[in-house]
Protein backbone atom coordinates (compact mmCIF):
# COMPACT_ATOMS: atom_id res chain seq x y z
CA UNK A 1 0.00 0.00 0.00
CA UNK A 2 1.55 3.86 -0.90
CA UNK A 3 1.99 6.41 1.03
CA UNK A 4 -0.45 8.48 -0.32
CA UNK A 5 -3.18 5.34 0.02
CA UNK A 6 -2.59 5.27 3.48
CA UNK A 7 -2.80 9.04 3.98
CA UNK A 8 -6.04 9.41 2.42
CA UNK A 9 -7.41 6.72 4.29
CA UNK A 10 -6.37 8.02 7.47
CA UNK A 11 -7.50 11.32 6.49
CA UNK A 12 -11.29 9.74 5.50
CA UNK A 13 -11.45 8.04 8.69
CA UNK A 14 -10.84 10.94 10.74
CA UNK A 15 -13.79 12.82 8.91
CA UNK A 16 -16.05 9.49 9.01
CA UNK A 17 -15.44 9.59 13.02
CA UNK A 18 -15.54 13.57 13.14
CA UNK A 19 -18.64 14.04 11.50
CA UNK A 20 -20.33 10.12 12.98
CA UNK A 21 -18.54 9.95 16.76
CA UNK A 22 -17.73 13.34 18.38
CA UNK A 23 -21.31 14.62 19.64
CA UNK A 24 -22.37 15.97 15.84
CA UNK A 25 -20.58 19.02 16.48
CA UNK A 26 -21.05 20.18 12.67
CA UNK A 27 -25.22 20.41 13.45
CA UNK A 28 -26.36 23.49 14.73
CA UNK A 29 -28.97 21.68 16.17
CA UNK A 30 -28.25 23.38 20.16
CA UNK A 31 -30.21 26.81 19.50
CA UNK A 32 -31.46 29.08 21.36
CA UNK A 33 -34.72 29.62 19.13
CA UNK A 34 -37.75 29.07 21.16
CA UNK A 35 -39.94 31.60 23.66
CA UNK A 36 -39.52 31.57 27.45
CA UNK A 37 -42.27 30.06 29.47
CA UNK A 38 -43.77 32.58 31.81
CA UNK A 39 -42.51 31.60 36.08
CA UNK A 40 -44.16 32.01 38.54
CA UNK A 41 -41.73 34.19 40.35
CA UNK A 42 -38.83 35.77 38.46
CA UNK A 43 -35.16 35.72 39.93
CA UNK A 44 -33.34 38.73 40.48
CA UNK A 45 -30.28 38.96 37.78
CA UNK A 46 -27.56 41.28 38.15
CA UNK A 47 -25.37 41.76 34.86
CA UNK A 48 -21.94 42.62 35.13
CA UNK A 49 -20.01 44.47 31.74
CA UNK A 50 -16.39 44.67 31.85
CA UNK A 51 -15.19 47.13 29.30
CA UNK A 52 -11.52 48.59 28.28
CA UNK A 53 -11.54 51.24 25.34
CA UNK A 54 -14.61 50.57 24.63
CA UNK A 55 -16.20 53.80 23.28
CA UNK A 56 -17.27 52.46 20.10
CA UNK A 57 -20.10 49.79 21.31
CA UNK A 58 -20.83 51.00 24.78
CA UNK A 59 -23.75 52.87 24.04
CA UNK A 60 -25.36 49.78 21.72
CA UNK A 61 -24.36 47.65 24.37
CA UNK A 62 -25.94 48.94 27.26
CA UNK A 63 -28.51 50.17 25.36
CA UNK A 64 -29.65 47.16 25.10
CA UNK A 65 -29.57 45.72 28.36
CA UNK A 66 -31.35 48.75 29.43
CA UNK A 67 -33.80 48.13 27.02
CA UNK A 68 -34.92 44.42 28.31
CA UNK A 69 -38.27 43.55 29.09
CA UNK A 70 -37.20 41.66 32.14
CA UNK A 71 -39.96 40.84 34.42
CA UNK A 72 -37.37 40.41 37.67
CA UNK A 73 -35.50 42.60 39.59
CA UNK A 74 -32.18 43.78 37.30
CA UNK A 75 -29.42 45.59 37.73
CA UNK A 76 -26.35 46.73 35.78
CA UNK A 77 -22.62 47.37 37.07
CA UNK A 78 -20.50 48.50 34.39
CA UNK A 79 -16.84 48.00 35.42
CA UNK A 80 -14.80 50.48 33.22
CA UNK A 81 -11.09 48.70 32.94
CA UNK A 82 -9.01 51.96 33.07
CA UNK A 83 -10.03 52.90 29.12
CA UNK A 84 -8.60 56.06 27.70
CA UNK A 85 -10.99 56.52 25.18
CA UNK A 86 -14.07 57.91 26.86
CA UNK A 87 -15.87 54.65 27.43
CA UNK A 88 -17.53 55.45 30.92
CA UNK A 89 -18.33 58.90 29.87
CA UNK A 90 -20.23 57.53 26.59
CA UNK A 91 -22.20 54.94 29.04
CA UNK A 92 -22.86 58.05 31.33
CA UNK A 93 -24.83 59.56 28.56
CA UNK A 94 -27.61 57.27 28.43
CA UNK A 95 -29.20 58.59 31.73
CA UNK A 96 -30.11 55.68 33.21
CA UNK A 97 -30.50 56.52 36.75
CA UNK A 98 -30.19 53.93 39.83
CA UNK A 99 -30.81 50.62 37.07
CA UNK A 100 -26.95 51.45 36.02
CA UNK A 101 -23.84 51.65 38.60
CA UNK A 102 -20.30 52.83 36.98
CA UNK A 103 -17.47 52.12 38.45
CA UNK A 104 -14.23 52.98 37.77
CA UNK A 105 -11.72 49.68 37.68
CA UNK A 106 -8.26 49.84 39.50
CA UNK A 107 -4.96 48.01 37.96
CA UNK A 108 -5.55 44.30 37.99
CA UNK A 109 -3.05 42.81 40.48
CA UNK A 110 -0.67 40.23 39.69
CA UNK A 111 -1.96 37.10 38.70
CA UNK A 112 -5.01 38.21 37.51
CA UNK A 113 -6.18 39.33 33.89
CA UNK A 114 -7.63 42.31 33.35
CA UNK A 115 -11.07 40.91 32.36
CA UNK A 116 -11.57 38.86 35.27
CA UNK A 117 -9.86 41.59 37.82
CA UNK A 118 -12.97 43.82 35.93
CA UNK A 119 -15.41 40.83 36.79
CA UNK A 120 -14.30 40.21 40.02
CA UNK A 121 -14.92 43.88 41.36
CA UNK A 122 -18.26 43.86 39.52
CA UNK A 123 -19.25 40.90 41.30
CA UNK A 124 -18.09 42.44 44.71
CA UNK A 125 -20.25 45.57 44.41
CA UNK A 126 -23.07 43.07 42.97
CA UNK A 127 -22.90 40.98 45.97
CA UNK A 128 -24.41 43.77 48.34
CA UNK A 129 -27.76 42.94 46.52
CA UNK A 130 -27.49 39.04 46.79
CA UNK A 131 -28.74 38.40 43.56
CA UNK A 132 -30.13 34.77 42.63
CA UNK A 133 -28.33 35.12 38.92
CA UNK A 134 -24.85 36.91 37.96
CA UNK A 135 -25.18 37.35 33.87
CA UNK A 136 -21.57 38.56 32.45
CA UNK A 137 -22.16 40.14 29.56
CA UNK A 138 -19.06 41.58 27.19
CA UNK A 139 -18.85 45.56 26.40
CA UNK A 140 -19.33 44.38 22.29
CA UNK A 141 -22.48 42.35 23.11
CA UNK A 142 -26.14 43.49 21.97
CA UNK A 143 -29.09 41.22 23.25
CA UNK A 144 -32.87 41.70 22.15
CA UNK A 145 -35.43 42.64 24.41
CA UNK A 146 -36.38 38.81 25.40
CA UNK A 147 -32.92 37.20 25.90
CA UNK A 148 -32.37 37.27 29.54
CA UNK A 149 -36.13 36.17 30.05
CA UNK A 150 -34.83 33.35 27.98
CA UNK A 151 -31.62 32.68 29.85
CA UNK A 152 -33.29 32.61 33.13
CA UNK A 153 -36.21 30.75 32.07
CA UNK A 154 -33.62 28.10 30.61
CA UNK A 155 -31.36 27.94 33.85
CA UNK A 156 -35.13 27.62 35.92
CA UNK A 157 -36.04 25.05 33.96
CA UNK A 158 -32.98 22.76 33.33
CA UNK A 159 -31.70 24.04 36.95
CA UNK A 160 -28.32 25.04 35.15
CA UNK A 161 -25.87 26.44 37.10
CA UNK A 162 -24.31 28.22 33.93
CA UNK A 163 -26.14 29.12 30.74
CA UNK A 164 -24.11 30.29 28.50
CA UNK A 165 -25.02 31.52 24.59
CA UNK A 166 -22.78 32.25 21.79
CA UNK A 167 -23.01 35.15 20.48
CA UNK A 168 -23.56 36.14 16.44
CA UNK A 169 -20.04 37.10 15.01
CA UNK A 170 -20.46 39.84 12.16
CA UNK A 171 -19.89 38.47 9.33
CA UNK A 172 -20.12 40.46 6.70
CA UNK A 173 -16.00 41.88 5.26
CA UNK A 174 -14.29 39.29 2.88
CA UNK A 175 -12.53 38.25 6.34
CA UNK A 176 -15.02 37.86 7.91
CA UNK A 177 -16.80 35.91 5.63
CA UNK A 178 -13.44 33.66 5.43
CA UNK A 179 -12.88 32.98 8.86
CA UNK A 180 -15.68 33.97 11.10
CA UNK A 181 -17.64 30.65 10.71
CA UNK A 182 -15.03 28.72 10.40
CA UNK A 183 -14.14 29.85 14.04
CA UNK A 184 -17.00 28.99 15.39
CA UNK A 185 -16.95 25.43 13.49
CA UNK A 186 -13.84 24.97 15.55
CA UNK A 187 -14.89 25.37 18.65
CA UNK A 188 -17.73 23.46 18.33
CA UNK A 189 -15.11 20.25 17.17
CA UNK A 190 -13.19 21.37 20.41
CA UNK A 191 -15.92 21.46 22.49
CA UNK A 192 -19.39 19.63 21.20
CA UNK A 193 -22.48 21.92 22.43
CA UNK A 194 -24.07 18.35 22.71
CA UNK A 195 -21.06 16.89 24.89
CA UNK A 196 -21.01 20.37 26.90
CA UNK A 197 -24.68 20.24 27.56
CA UNK A 198 -24.63 16.63 28.97
CA UNK A 199 -24.31 15.95 32.56
CA UNK A 200 -22.33 12.86 32.51
CA UNK A 201 -19.90 14.17 29.84
CA UNK A 202 -16.89 15.38 31.13
CA UNK A 203 -16.91 18.12 28.30
CA UNK A 204 -17.00 22.11 29.67
CA UNK A 205 -16.89 25.21 27.74
CA UNK A 206 -18.80 28.47 27.81
CA UNK A 207 -18.89 31.36 25.57
CA UNK A 208 -17.49 34.46 27.65
CA UNK A 209 -19.53 37.20 26.07
CA UNK A 210 -22.69 35.88 27.31
CA UNK A 211 -22.80 33.67 30.74
CA UNK A 212 -25.49 33.65 33.06
CA UNK A 213 -24.83 31.86 36.68
CA UNK A 214 -26.05 31.13 40.24
CA UNK A 215 -24.52 33.48 42.00
CA UNK A 216 -24.48 30.78 44.98
CA UNK A 217 -23.33 27.95 42.57
CA UNK A 218 -20.38 30.42 41.16
CA UNK A 219 -19.30 31.01 45.31
CA UNK A 220 -19.16 27.22 46.11
CA UNK A 221 -16.94 27.01 42.81
CA UNK A 222 -14.74 29.20 44.42
CA UNK A 223 -15.76 32.52 42.73
CA UNK A 224 -13.95 34.26 40.23
CA UNK A 225 -10.86 34.13 41.38
CA UNK A 226 -10.36 30.46 40.82
CA UNK A 227 -9.84 31.10 37.31
CA UNK A 228 -7.78 34.70 37.79
CA UNK A 229 -5.05 33.07 35.85
CA UNK A 230 -7.03 31.93 32.78
CA UNK A 231 -6.60 33.29 29.16
CA UNK A 232 -9.67 31.08 28.27
CA UNK A 233 -11.18 32.45 31.23
CA UNK A 234 -14.68 31.08 30.29
CA UNK A 235 -14.01 27.53 29.53
CA UNK A 236 -12.03 27.43 32.59
CA UNK A 237 -14.92 29.06 34.33
CA UNK A 238 -17.32 26.12 33.13
CA UNK A 239 -15.34 23.24 33.84
CA UNK A 240 -15.64 24.69 37.58
CA UNK A 241 -19.28 25.12 36.94
CA UNK A 242 -20.18 21.56 35.38
CA UNK A 243 -18.75 20.45 39.28
CA UNK A 244 -21.72 22.29 41.03
CA UNK A 245 -23.74 21.19 38.30
CA UNK A 246 -25.71 21.15 34.58
CA UNK A 247 -24.45 23.66 32.10
CA UNK A 248 -25.67 24.46 28.65
CA UNK A 249 -23.74 26.28 25.73
CA UNK A 250 -25.74 27.51 22.40
CA UNK A 251 -25.54 29.47 19.29
CA UNK A 252 -28.01 32.01 19.32
CA UNK A 253 -29.66 35.06 17.58
CA UNK A 254 -30.34 36.98 20.29
CA UNK A 255 -26.81 38.58 21.29
CA UNK A 256 -25.02 39.51 18.46
CA UNK A 257 -21.31 40.76 18.51
CA UNK A 258 -20.99 45.13 17.44
CA UNK A 259 -17.04 44.27 16.75
CA UNK A 260 -16.30 44.17 12.82
CA UNK A 261 -13.53 42.33 11.42
CA UNK A 262 -12.48 44.29 8.20
CA UNK A 263 -9.53 43.15 7.56
CA UNK A 264 -7.57 39.50 8.14
CA UNK A 265 -4.83 40.99 10.82
CA UNK A 266 -8.10 42.06 13.21
CA UNK A 267 -9.19 38.16 13.14
CA UNK A 268 -5.63 37.01 13.44
CA UNK A 269 -5.31 39.17 16.54
CA UNK A 270 -8.20 38.01 18.81
CA UNK A 271 -6.93 34.46 17.52
CA UNK A 272 -3.23 35.22 18.23
CA UNK A 273 -4.58 36.13 21.82
CA UNK A 274 -5.32 32.43 23.21
CA UNK A 275 -4.65 29.76 20.81
CA UNK A 276 -1.38 28.77 22.36
CA UNK A 277 -2.76 29.29 25.54
CA UNK A 278 -5.37 26.72 24.35
CA UNK A 279 -2.60 23.98 23.93
CA UNK A 280 -1.53 24.75 27.28
CA UNK A 281 1.44 26.79 25.94
CA UNK A 282 3.20 23.34 25.38
CA UNK A 283 5.34 22.87 22.33
CA UNK A 284 4.62 19.07 22.03
CA UNK A 285 0.97 20.03 21.85
CA UNK A 286 2.08 22.57 19.24
CA UNK A 287 3.70 20.40 16.79
CA UNK A 288 0.54 17.50 17.08
CA UNK A 289 -2.02 20.28 16.56
CA UNK A 290 0.19 21.24 13.27
CA UNK A 291 0.20 17.32 12.21
CA UNK A 292 -3.48 16.58 12.58
CA UNK A 293 -4.54 19.82 11.30
CA UNK A 294 -2.25 19.16 8.06
CA UNK A 295 -3.51 15.76 7.70
CA UNK A 296 -7.16 16.87 8.77
CA UNK A 297 -7.64 19.62 6.20
CA UNK A 298 -4.38 20.04 4.32
CA UNK A 299 -3.97 16.50 3.02
CA UNK A 300 -7.31 15.76 1.77
CA UNK A 301 -7.17 18.65 -1.21
CA UNK A 302 -3.66 18.43 -2.05
CA UNK A 303 -4.03 14.55 -3.16
CA UNK A 304 -7.42 14.66 -4.27
CA UNK A 305 -5.90 17.25 -6.30
CA UNK A 306 -2.14 16.12 -7.36
CA UNK A 307 -2.88 12.25 -6.26
CA UNK A 308 -4.27 8.88 -8.50
CA UNK A 309 -6.29 6.13 -8.12
CA UNK A 310 -7.84 4.98 -5.29
CA UNK A 311 -6.04 7.64 -2.68
CA UNK A 312 -7.64 10.21 -5.01
CA UNK A 313 -10.67 8.96 -5.04
CA UNK A 314 -10.59 8.69 -0.55
CA UNK A 315 -9.11 11.94 -0.82
CA UNK A 316 -12.16 13.64 -2.77
CA UNK A 317 -14.36 11.79 -0.39
CA UNK A 318 -12.30 13.27 2.97
CA UNK A 319 -12.87 16.63 1.18
CA UNK A 320 -16.69 16.33 0.17
CA UNK A 321 -16.65 15.17 3.73
CA UNK A 322 -15.35 18.51 5.15
CA UNK A 323 -17.27 20.53 3.05
CA UNK A 324 -20.81 18.65 3.93
CA UNK A 325 -19.90 19.42 7.43
CA UNK A 326 -19.08 22.77 7.33
CA UNK A 327 -23.08 23.26 5.87
CA UNK A 328 -25.01 23.75 8.61
CA UNK A 329 -22.39 26.43 10.14
CA UNK A 330 -22.50 28.23 6.76
CA UNK A 331 -26.21 28.16 6.44
CA UNK A 332 -26.44 29.49 10.22
CA UNK A 333 -24.37 32.76 8.81
CA UNK A 334 -26.35 33.00 6.17
CA UNK A 335 -22.89 31.81 3.43
CA UNK A 336 -22.75 30.29 0.10
CA UNK A 337 -22.45 26.85 0.06
CA UNK A 338 -19.15 26.91 -1.91
CA UNK A 339 -17.09 28.17 0.93
CA UNK A 340 -17.31 24.81 1.89
CA UNK A 341 -14.93 23.83 -0.34
CA UNK A 342 -12.51 26.35 1.12
CA UNK A 343 -12.17 24.55 4.51
CA UNK A 344 -8.81 23.51 4.05
CA UNK A 345 -7.59 26.88 3.03
CA UNK A 346 -9.15 28.57 5.94
CA UNK A 347 -7.74 25.55 8.15
CA UNK A 348 -4.48 26.50 7.17
CA UNK A 349 -4.88 30.27 7.80
CA UNK A 350 -5.77 29.26 11.30
CA UNK A 351 -2.92 27.18 11.85
CA UNK A 352 -0.49 29.83 11.13
CA UNK A 353 -1.97 31.89 13.89
CA UNK A 354 -1.77 29.30 15.91
CA UNK A 355 2.15 29.13 15.62
CA UNK A 356 2.11 32.86 15.37
CA UNK A 357 0.61 32.77 19.22
CA UNK A 358 3.26 30.45 19.81
CA UNK A 359 5.74 32.97 18.40
CA UNK A 360 4.43 35.75 20.18
CA UNK A 361 4.61 33.98 23.20
CA UNK A 362 7.81 32.62 23.15
CA UNK A 363 8.80 36.81 22.48
CA UNK A 364 7.42 37.33 25.76
CA UNK A 365 4.53 38.81 24.01
CA UNK A 366 1.47 36.51 24.90
CA UNK A 367 -2.06 37.53 25.24
CA UNK A 368 -1.54 41.18 23.75
CA UNK A 369 -5.56 42.45 24.62
CA UNK A 370 -6.53 46.24 24.64
CA UNK A 371 -2.78 47.34 25.30
CA UNK A 372 -2.12 44.77 28.03
CA UNK A 373 0.05 41.04 27.67
CA UNK A 374 -1.51 38.95 30.01
CA UNK A 375 0.25 35.43 28.85
CA UNK A 376 -0.39 33.08 32.73
CA UNK A 377 1.38 30.34 33.34
CA UNK A 378 -0.11 27.70 35.23
CA UNK A 379 0.76 27.67 39.47
Avoid at 328 to 356: C, E, H, K, Q, S
Wanted: with cysteine; aromatic share 10%.
Amino acid sequence: MSAALVLAVFSLAIWIYLLGFRGMFWLTRERDDGEARALAQWPSVTAIVPARDEAETIAQAVGSLLALDYPGDFRIVLVDDRSGDGTAAAARRLHSGARLAILSGAEPPSGWTGKLWALKQGIDQARKEEPDYLWFTDADIAHTPHNLRCLVARAEDGRYVLVSLMAKLHCESFAERFLVPAFVFYFKMLFPFSWVNRCGNPTAAAAGGCMLVRREALERAGGIQSVRREIIDDCALARRMKQQGGIWLGLTERAVSLRRYPRLRDIKRMIVRSAYAQLNYSPVLLAGTIAAMAVTFALPPLLALLGAGTARFLAGAAWLCMAAGFQPMLRFYRRMPLWGLALPLIGIVYTVFTVDSAIQFWRGRGGLWKGRYQTMTRA
